[in-house]
């Protein structure tokens, strides 16, 4: 349930349907997702996002499927429940394998745990990570 | 400051003292860093969490730097000061570029807004990241 | 779905009721809303929350409308989906133009964005930030 | 302690330089703040996150001090040192008055606890927050 | 709605059914939780999991009533709903009373208010809490 | 670093002074923590903060000493040092035993690991836990 009505493409000012057309055929795909439907009560936030994401997850240095990987570990920090649905099926469509998730899981768990204990510790950080010595 | 004394080899137990090798050995380094030197008051958590460490963090199906990408972005998300550090310098240690390094920080910007915007319009779930369905 | 069973007017004792009628006179609604049939549970705690958010949450140096949209951030922040829901509700009561809420989202996700970078670098404070100085 | 070294404006580089100017003239200050200093190894995300916020942050429909407080409430709850202090630092700088820092410190408080109130008893959203409905 | 199929007993790898059946022996009851289920894809983190939550839970120096209680501290503060109500449900079925809870609950929201308080005014640490020091 | 300075017992108005004068004789300290030093800013909220503490860290249905292990867990989840360090030094004067701290971590950890794993799986609350139902 969103805090706003979802603006379905039937009912976009040209502005947001102009955005609409790009995500469709960018990702090849019918419809966009929810997730644009109510972001698109602020059009300019919505051109920036969707700009800014396009260019932010294009394969570069680091490939598209080890890109929405990160972006999953950032979702489930942040506790984002649509974040997580969806970009685990960006992942999958990418080619995720069930190994890879699997491995996911297991350094998420395990970088959520150490987190834990080094705030809980108050663990100084060693000197030698220091880049502005030597 | 941590809210332990730091447990150094010299102090350290026999079952301490066994595991602080293994990381050494491991990892080729003359010392362990301060996170163990904390953990070390409790040498069961100490031992259990550096062989899931080194069993999780080891190349599978994701390759070791890739992994290391994703535990920084879980240490980001969670603030977690120290793990920040240590990650984004074994990140380096595995031959993360510059370029890289930038694009992680690009992403990881790019998820925490998106997550804050799902977030505050609290955009429903599209039913075709639906699973169980089909 | 509660840890708790709602405590609905017919079945508070005394002591909740005052405060439910409390609530009811000062907002001027026909009920109370969820989060306190929740709380009542623990009656001098609902008390102490209604009494202290009443106090909080007046007009001051701050007006009414800018004490919710701070509310809105904290919560997106805390990702506090029953939280995100009554306080929009609540900003949009007191008068939040589309336009306003807009600005909102934007701000809420420009601050997400820097948070993780600055994390992510963890940038030194600038000395000049020091209030103590001079 | 950050993960990079400052790049200061003497050793930027021209597309940096640029950036650097225009916040300083934007800003009317002698010299940016080390956030910029740190985030200029990404260039393009230096040029975007400054574009941005210098656009979201202008005044609006919410005035510039009223958006430095909303700023701050997100910061805090993500529990950013940087951006905690220098968002406290800006928002002085527009007029923040200490009776308004006081009320601003006390719903920062109240909403924190809510939020965890609501979260600890996962009280569901009343049906009346939807905005789909009639 | 979860990100993979559950894995039911009848469906289950016999590595994965093994650990049904301890957790089911151990704790007594006709089936495994939904968490166990979904965890259930990466049958090594499944079993490690189970493994070190039975140790780690088990009452030892803390009574096991007290480590469900501080465990559904730490699953508020992140937020975790799936793990608020398994907890909770854990608390009871270990003999947690109303009042206990209702304590709990307040503890809970106060230290979520000193936190944000703390680090909204980036309190310094005093000198005292030093454990090095004499 | 503060974002206010201290405010010194000898600074001190009379009502701030007349709080400090009631944490000290309480706690039979011969001075106030920073905590309430730079709290004191806005002496209402100072007043309210120290006297629902007081009232909430007594012991009641829960001993002392779980109250402040409870503090420790969700200061750790938020990540805010400033109350690690205190309630970790609030809890060893109240009788914390080394063992007693070790249990405390590892649970944490835990804790903190099978959130994430929950999360990140979106797992389905089992209807079992609905206390409505029944």
């Known amino acids: 349930m969103a805090t706003v009505k979802l603006i379905h493409y039937e009912d976009a000012s040209p502005e947001v349907a102009a955005v609409y057309d790009d995500i469709k055929r960018t990702r090849n795909v019918p419809d966009v997702n929810n997730f644009w439907k109510t972001l698109a009560h602020n059009p300019a936030l919505l051109k920036r996002t969707w700009e800014d994401l396009r260019e932010v997850m294009a394969p570069g ?21 649509y974040c997580i649905h969806s970009h685990t099926a960006n992942a999958r469509a990418k080619g995720m394998t069930e190994e890879q998730y699997r491995e996911l899981l297991a350094i998420i768990a395990m970088a959520s745990q150490t987190n ?16 502005e010595a030597g």
Request: a negative charge.
């Open 116 to 131: 834990a204990l080094a705030n809980a510790l108050q663990t100084p950080v060693d000197p030698k990570f220091n880049v």
């Open 61 to 81: 240095a680091l490939d598209g499927l080890t890109k929405e990987l990160i972006y999953i570990a950032v979702s489930v920090a942040n506790g984002c429940e």
